[in-house]
């Protein structure tokens, strides 16, 4: 069987064929976006957003005990014992200083009537620890240890730390995937995280858990995307949208849902248990778990991957023919062996379009996973409630997921991550241009804008690296994107943390980053209706003859029906 484009003639495997036989996207393919894809996204933004919910610090001042004797009202003592914050400052009250101020001369200027002077009074560090305004949030993690003042980088480092076990985990995990198979990095990645999260529950020190904390990041990412990798790996070509849209909508919902958990339970210790709990049905049924046919034929386990699809066809209802199981063997073009497991890492960098798809993706990843948990961590420094404003957040995603669903399947890849990434530029630098005192609001309103571009592309790429890379390489080409995604994930704290200087900076950082990809992204191939490549002979040959202006909507060669297949997505 050959694929003919222009002068050029390829083998294809005919594993896309056989797939096609027993059925790309029936019953079988929408049991897993129901039960491993969208599961899989809901649980990861759950893991995900607590990580932010208990380790939080609310609005904080120096504890100074009021004699007993007073009648001070809380403000009126704060007022008497803090130092004022400059006038474009958030908080009213120094956070880590007070007056040096002897309580008897208090009592005393109070009994005679007399005010005190203030401006003859010392300004020192917090004596006796401090106070949390705890009317909004709940102790956390963060307030039981104290990290304020000089301590206040430790909620960035243990962030760090846990995007540092990220990086790790998407190495480690990644070279399981393509060596044990999806199935065994799906529950190694979701045992792990569910003994480091429940530990991580109980720690004590910051220390412990931030090593707790390093393996849960560890495991972020192959918990989450690995079910949708192995889903992808069996959904057809016209229906490979609908298993982002699946994932989209289950990290959407649960992204919705985690503030409120957290706000109903008032207590970070439950929320990281009850958040963490549910990961133990993917390892309980673990046994349940199909693996990827086409992975098994990469490794040569061709027996094993016509179980598989004897399965497949089995549950869609169809016919398994002993033709399939022939064809699987041997092409009709020849003897074409898809057992490639003398492949490294190295082989994604060893061919020249390989290589270069692989520079502009990962700069991709890098950028597009730096701004967006920058976007995400940088909700709480809007002003606005830390509740209110995660929950916009993730509601905002919904046209991103819209656009998705009504742009890849027309527009292709390409063009709506070019789009999404120039928007999101052209957002982020239109900030400095909007002071806040003039704009109330504006800050928000462009943060959030800028979240459903980033979202956007935050989609794209994980469906558009997916399909680039061959099967042989798949997994380790992903494990390579996600630790370049994990390097801006370190940069990421860091960016927020500018905007205690001005809440303008970490969207302005942004933007400008976005642009950069915006301009890579003209030289990458389209993907849209073309079948997943599975040797690294395909993945080197893929897209070679497309033009850096080809957009598929244009392509006068569509048949009528591929032209609205975008409303045949309903039909499910």
């Not at 200027?109 to 909004?136: A, H, M, R, T």
């Not at 995280?193 to 495991?219: D, K, P, Q, T, Y």
């Not at 656009?403 to 890849?408: A, K, S, V, Y």
């Not at 390097?487 to 303008?504: K, R």
Request: hydrophobic share 45%; with cysteine; aromatic share 12%.
């Amino acid at each position: 069987m050959t694929y003919r484009s222009k002068n050029i003639q390829l083998p294809v495997m005919n594993f896309n064929e056989a797939l096609k036989q027993v059925g790309d996207f029936g019953i079988y393919q929408k049991l897993l976006c129901i039960l491993m894809i969208f599961p899989s996204a809901a649980l990861c933004a759950l893991v995900y957003f607590t990580q932010f919910f208990i380790i939080m610090v609310p609005n904080h001042w120096c504890y100074v005990e009021q004699p007993g004797s007073s009648s001070f009202t809380l403000e009126e003592w704060k007022n008497i014992t803090l130092p004022k914050e400059t006038a474009d400052a958030q908080h009213t009250y120094q956070q880590c200083k007070q007056y040096d101020i002897n309580i008897t001369d208090i009592q005393h200027n109070q009994s005679v009537g007399y005010p005190l002077l203030l401006e003859d009074v010392d300004i020192v560090p917090c004596k006796n620890g401090w106070e949390y305004d705890f009317s909004s949030l709940y102790p956390t993690f963060a307030t039981e240890l104290n990290w304020v003042c000089v301590n206040d980088r430790l909620p960035y480092w243990t962030q760090t730390v846990f995007y540092v076990g990220t990086s790790i985990g998407s190495i480690v995990f990644g070279f399981i995937s393509d060596r044990y198979g999806r199935r065994a990095s799906i529950i190694s990645s979701y045992a792990v995280a569910l003994v480091a999260g429940f530990g991580s529950s109980f720690a004590n020190s910051f220390g412990i858990f931030a090593a707790l904390r390093f393996l849960v990041g560890a495991c972020i990412i192959p918990l989450s995307e690995d079910p949708y990798i192995l889903g992808l790996e069996y959904i057809g070509v016209e229906k490979r949208t609908l298993g982002i849209i699946c994932w989209t909508t289950g990290y959407i919902i649960f992204s919705v849902i985690c503030p409120w958990i957290a706000y109903g339970l008032r207590d970070w210790q439950l929320l990281s248990i009850i958040t963490i709990a549910p990961l133990s049905l993917f390892v309980l049924f673990g046994k349940w778990i199909p693996e990827s046919a086409s992975w098994l034929l990469t490794r040569g386990r061709k027996e094993d991957a016509v179980h598989m699809l004897k399965t497949v066809a089995k549950v869609n209802g169809n016919h398994f023919t002993d033709n399939i199981s022939q064809d699987l063997h041997e092409d009709k073009d020849g003897d074409i062996d898809m057992d490639e497991r003398h492949l490294t890492i190295l082989d994604l960098f060893r061919t020249p379009r390989l290589r270069k798809h692989s520079f502009i993706m990962a700069v991709a990843w890098f950028v597009t996973y730096c701004c967006y948990h920058t976007n995400t961590q940088n909700t709480s420094n809007l002003g606005t409630d830390i509740y209110d404003s995660f929950t916009y957040g993730a509601l905002v995603e919904v046209p991103a997921m819209l656009l998705i669903l009504f742009g890849l399947d027309f527009l292709g890849r390409r063009w709506p991550m070019i789009l999404a990434t120039a928007l999101a530029g052209l957002f982020g630098l239109l900030i400095m241009g909007m002071p806040e005192s003039k704009f109330p609001g504006s800050f928000l309103a462009l943060a959030l804008i800028m979240r459903v571009t980033i979202t956007t592309e935050y989609n794209i790429i994980m469906q558009y690296s997916a399909e680039i890379y061959p099967t042989s390489l798949r997994g380790r080409g992903l494990a390579v994107l996600r630790v370049m995604g994990t390097l801006g994930l370190y940069l990421s704290p860091t960016i927020v943390y500018l905007a205690l200087q001005n809440p303008a900076l970490p969207l302005l950082v942004s933007g400008i980053m976005m642009l950069i990809v915006t301009v890579l992204s003209l030289f990458l191939p389209e993907t849209l209706h073309k079948d997943l490549p599975h040797t690294l002979e395909e993945g080197e040959k893929f897209g070679r003859d497309q033009k850096i202006w080809k957009c598929p909507c244009l392509d006068h060669k569509w048949e009528t029906k591929e032209k609205n297949k975008i409303f045949v997505c309903f039909n499910l």
